[in-house]
Structure formats: structure tokens, C-alpha cells
């Protein structure tokens, strides 16, 4: 384990069109829906810092663990999108002949002009403690506790204890087990997406 970890990590999108998109239905999509030229990509920006401790005492290991994760989310501006109700319709509008008009334009957009972004900000945070303790050469019981916590959920206080075994049968004396029985149990929360 290492014992202390920061991980940063940065990235963007660039869209590969800046053309206005075209949707239309039981056929395809073009256009691109991420940014335009005066409008800033998509970006993702994150961060972890985890600190693990672990202490050894004649028959027992201690562990520690605490973590902070942070993530923010910014989607860029549309370019705007047609949409229309089938390729006949979009033929139409392609050669200028009457109905060939789309049933829909959409565009997310600000009154300033500014691009329509959404920041999102999601900070999780976590910390456990686990004790494995070796009742007999060929027995280990393991308990533990984690709590976790998290902005984008209501409840914002999650614990999950953990109980667990390892038998080694078989070997004897000096000898590795030729097999090691595992058992264990465990509640645990599932976060919001990070990503």
C-alpha cells in the first residue's frame, strides 16, 4: 500500500464539427452538439488524495484508509439543433421545396449569449478501519468499518461493516494449507456517478 497518493487529473473535448446538428428520425444524427468555435470545449477536471496506514502486532493487522475525491463537470454550449420527421421532410429542405420544414430547432443558450455550460461539482469522501486477526496459525478473522460520504446524495452519512474468515485446511505443521476457505460479509453504498 502506499501510504500517501494525489492523483489530478485534467481533460477537454473538442468537438470535430462546429456545423449546426440535423436529427432525423429512423435515420441518423450530423452535426456535432459539443461547442462551436467561440465557445469553449467540454472539460473534466478531477482529484484524489488517499491516505492508507497499516500496523502489524503480534497476531493482529491494522488498517486505516481515509480518501477525498473531487470531481467538476462542464458541459459546453450547444450549436443548435434541426429536427426533422423523416429524410423525404429533410430532402425537401435540402432542394428548398415546400415541406421541407423541420418540426423542431432547439439550442441551449444563455439571454447574455454567453454558452450554455453546467458546472457540476461532486465531492465524495470515505475512510475505513479493518482489523485481521490470526486466532490460530490456520484462522484469520477480519472485521472492518467504512464510512462515506458524498455531496450529490441525500443522506450524506453511509457506514458498512464488514466480517470476514480465511481457513487455511490442510498443509499442517510448517506447511502452506493446500486450500483456504474464504467467507465473509459486507454491507456497502453505491455512489453517484463520477464521471
Wanted: proline residues 6%.
Amino acid at each position: 500500500m502506499k501510504p500517501l497518493q494525489y492523483l489530478r487529473d485534467n481533460s477537454t473535448q473538442t468537438p470535430l464539427s462546429t456545423a449546426i446538428g440535423v436529427n432525423v428520425f429512423g435515420d441518423s444524427r450530423w452535426g456535432q452538439q459539443c461547442g462551436n468555435a467561440d465557445r469553449p470545449p467540454g472539460s473534466l477536471r478531477t482529484a484524489e488524495l488517499h491516505v492508507d496506514i497499516t500496523r502489524q502486532e503480534f497476531r493482529e493487522i491494522w488498517r486505516a484508509s481515509a480518501g477525498v475525491h473531487e470531481v467538476n463537470l462542464s458541459s459546453a454550449g450547444f450549436n443548435g439543433n434541426y429536427t426533422f420527421p423523416d429524410i423525404t421532410t429533410y430532402s425537401n429542405a435540402q432542394q428548398g421545396l415546400p415541406d421541407g420544414s423541420p418540426t423542431q430547432y432547439s439550442i441551449n443558450d444563455t439571454p447574455s449569449g454567453a454558452a450554455a455550460t453546467v458546472p457540476v461539482t461532486m465531492v465524495d469522501a470515505g475512510l475505513y478501519v479493518q482489523d485481521d486477526w490470526k486466532v490460530r496459525p490456520n484462522l484469520t478473522l477480519s472485521g472492518g468499518l467504512r464510512f462515506e460520504t458524498q455531496n450529490a446524495i441525500h443522506d450524506h452519512a453511509d457506514w458498512a461493516p464488514r466480517l470476514g474468515f480465511a481457513w487455511g485446511i490442510g498443509g499442517g505443521g510448517k506447511s502452506a494449507p493446500k486450500t483456504v476457505l474464504r467467507g465473509g460479509f459486507g454491507l456497502s453504498t453505491i455512489a453517484s456517478a463520477k464521471a
